[in-house]
Protein backbone atom coordinates (compact mmCIF):
# COMPACT_ATOMS: atom_id res chain seq x y z
CA UNK A 1 0.00 0.00 0.00
CA UNK A 2 1.23 3.37 -0.69
CA UNK A 3 3.99 2.36 -3.13
CA UNK A 4 4.67 4.34 -6.21
CA UNK A 5 2.89 3.34 -9.70
CA UNK A 6 2.65 6.01 -12.49
CA UNK A 7 -1.22 5.55 -13.81
CA UNK A 8 -1.40 5.75 -17.34
CA UNK A 9 -4.01 8.81 -16.60
CA UNK A 10 -2.07 10.82 -15.07
CA UNK A 11 -3.61 10.49 -11.91
CA UNK A 12 -2.17 10.22 -8.65
CA UNK A 13 -0.28 7.06 -7.87
CA UNK A 14 -0.72 5.48 -4.62
CA UNK A 15 -2.75 2.56 -3.87
CA UNK A 16 -6.38 2.66 -2.16
CA UNK A 17 -6.07 4.81 1.05
CA UNK A 18 -5.57 2.76 4.02
CA UNK A 19 -8.04 4.99 5.79
CA UNK A 20 -10.57 7.34 4.62
CA UNK A 21 -9.22 10.89 5.62
CA UNK A 22 -11.67 12.96 7.72
CA UNK A 23 -11.59 16.06 4.62
CA UNK A 24 -14.00 18.17 3.83
CA UNK A 25 -14.09 20.85 0.96
CA UNK A 26 -15.58 23.74 -0.78
CA UNK A 27 -17.83 22.53 -4.09
CA UNK A 28 -15.40 23.23 -7.03
CA UNK A 29 -17.18 26.68 -8.46
CA UNK A 30 -17.27 28.01 -4.72
CA UNK A 31 -14.14 30.81 -4.93
CA UNK A 32 -13.00 31.68 -1.75
CA UNK A 33 -10.15 33.96 -0.22
CA UNK A 34 -9.87 31.92 2.80
CA UNK A 35 -9.48 27.96 2.45
CA UNK A 36 -10.92 25.52 0.10
CA UNK A 37 -11.76 23.03 2.24
CA UNK A 38 -10.32 21.43 5.90
CA UNK A 39 -8.40 18.03 6.78
CA UNK A 40 -8.63 16.49 10.44
CA UNK A 41 -5.87 14.06 10.69
CA UNK A 42 -5.78 11.12 13.37
CA UNK A 43 -2.79 11.29 14.71
CA UNK A 44 0.32 14.41 15.48
CA UNK A 45 1.94 13.19 12.71
CA UNK A 46 0.78 14.18 9.67
CA UNK A 47 2.82 12.73 7.07
CA UNK A 48 2.22 9.69 8.19
CA UNK A 49 -1.58 10.29 6.70
CA UNK A 50 -0.34 11.86 3.56
CA UNK A 51 -0.60 9.06 1.19
CA UNK A 52 -4.47 8.84 1.95
CA UNK A 53 -4.62 12.46 1.73
CA UNK A 54 -2.89 12.72 -1.46
CA UNK A 55 -5.27 9.95 -2.87
CA UNK A 56 -8.53 11.89 -1.73
CA UNK A 57 -7.38 14.87 -3.47
CA UNK A 58 -6.30 13.44 -6.52
CA UNK A 59 -10.01 13.80 -8.11
CA UNK A 60 -9.81 17.32 -7.25
CA UNK A 61 -6.73 18.04 -7.91
CA UNK A 62 -4.94 16.23 -10.22
CA UNK A 63 -1.27 14.81 -9.61
CA UNK A 64 0.09 16.48 -6.25
CA UNK A 65 3.51 18.00 -6.93
CA UNK A 66 4.11 19.61 -4.09
CA UNK A 67 2.93 20.15 0.34
CA UNK A 68 4.19 22.80 2.00
CA UNK A 69 3.03 23.44 5.51
CA UNK A 70 4.58 24.18 8.90
CA UNK A 71 5.42 20.46 9.84
CA UNK A 72 5.93 19.64 13.57
CA UNK A 73 8.80 17.81 14.94
CA UNK A 74 7.73 14.73 14.89
CA UNK A 75 6.05 14.70 11.38
CA UNK A 76 9.36 15.27 9.79
CA UNK A 77 11.51 12.84 11.81
CA UNK A 78 9.03 10.80 10.37
CA UNK A 79 8.27 11.45 7.26
CA UNK A 80 6.34 8.82 4.70
CA UNK A 81 6.77 10.94 1.42
CA UNK A 82 9.86 9.95 -0.59
CA UNK A 83 11.44 10.92 -3.52
CA UNK A 84 10.01 8.21 -5.94
CA UNK A 85 6.14 9.30 -4.80
CA UNK A 86 6.56 12.60 -7.03
CA UNK A 87 5.82 15.20 -4.41
CA UNK A 88 7.96 17.83 -2.74
CA UNK A 89 7.38 18.12 0.74
CA UNK A 90 8.47 22.07 1.75
CA UNK A 91 8.24 23.97 4.44
CA UNK A 92 5.46 26.93 4.90
CA UNK A 93 5.59 29.85 1.98
CA UNK A 94 6.46 33.39 2.60
CA UNK A 95 2.25 34.31 4.63
CA UNK A 96 1.42 31.36 4.73
CA UNK A 97 -0.94 30.47 7.54
CA UNK A 98 0.52 28.53 10.32
CA UNK A 99 -2.82 26.06 10.10
CA UNK A 100 -3.20 25.75 6.34
CA UNK A 101 -1.45 23.35 3.85
CA UNK A 102 -0.98 23.99 0.56
CA UNK A 103 -1.25 21.20 -1.70
CA UNK A 104 -0.49 22.34 -5.69
CA UNK A 105 -1.03 20.16 -8.38
CA UNK A 106 -0.34 20.69 -12.02
CA UNK A 107 -0.79 24.12 -13.39
CA UNK A 108 -0.24 26.01 -10.38
CA UNK A 109 -3.36 25.15 -9.18
CA UNK A 110 -3.83 24.60 -5.55
CA UNK A 111 -6.00 23.54 -2.61
CA UNK A 112 -5.60 25.00 0.37
CA UNK A 113 -6.78 23.17 3.55
CA UNK A 114 -7.42 24.17 7.53
CA UNK A 115 -5.63 21.54 9.30
CA UNK A 116 -7.71 20.77 12.46
CA UNK A 117 -5.57 19.70 15.79
CA UNK A 118 -5.96 15.92 15.68
CA UNK A 119 -6.81 16.18 19.39
CA UNK A 120 -10.23 18.23 18.91
CA UNK A 121 -13.33 16.71 19.82
CA UNK A 122 -15.52 15.37 17.40
CA UNK A 123 -18.25 17.70 17.35
CA UNK A 124 -15.42 20.52 17.58
CA UNK A 125 -13.54 19.92 14.86
CA UNK A 126 -16.80 18.75 12.57
CA UNK A 127 -17.89 22.35 13.60
CA UNK A 128 -14.54 23.61 12.16
CA UNK A 129 -14.50 21.55 9.47
CA UNK A 130 -18.40 23.04 8.17
CA UNK A 131 -17.52 26.60 9.14
CA UNK A 132 -14.15 26.49 7.18
CA UNK A 133 -15.79 25.91 4.18
CA UNK A 134 -18.51 28.05 4.78
CA UNK A 135 -19.37 31.50 2.73
CA UNK A 136 -19.93 32.76 6.06
CA UNK A 137 -16.31 32.01 7.04
CA UNK A 138 -15.72 34.16 4.62
CA UNK A 139 -17.54 37.44 5.66
CA UNK A 140 -15.93 39.51 7.98
CA UNK A 141 -16.67 39.35 11.50
CA UNK A 142 -18.84 42.61 12.99
Not at 35 to 63: F, I, K, M
Not at 116 to 121: L, N, Q, S, Y
Amino acid sequence: MGRFQAGADGGQPFDRPTRTPRLLLRDRDEESGGVDGAWWPRTDNLTTELHDLVTALTTRLGTTARISFDWNSLSLSQRRIDAPDGIEVTGPLPGQPPQVMYVFGPHDRRLRLLVIDPATTTDRAEAQMRRAISAIADQPEP
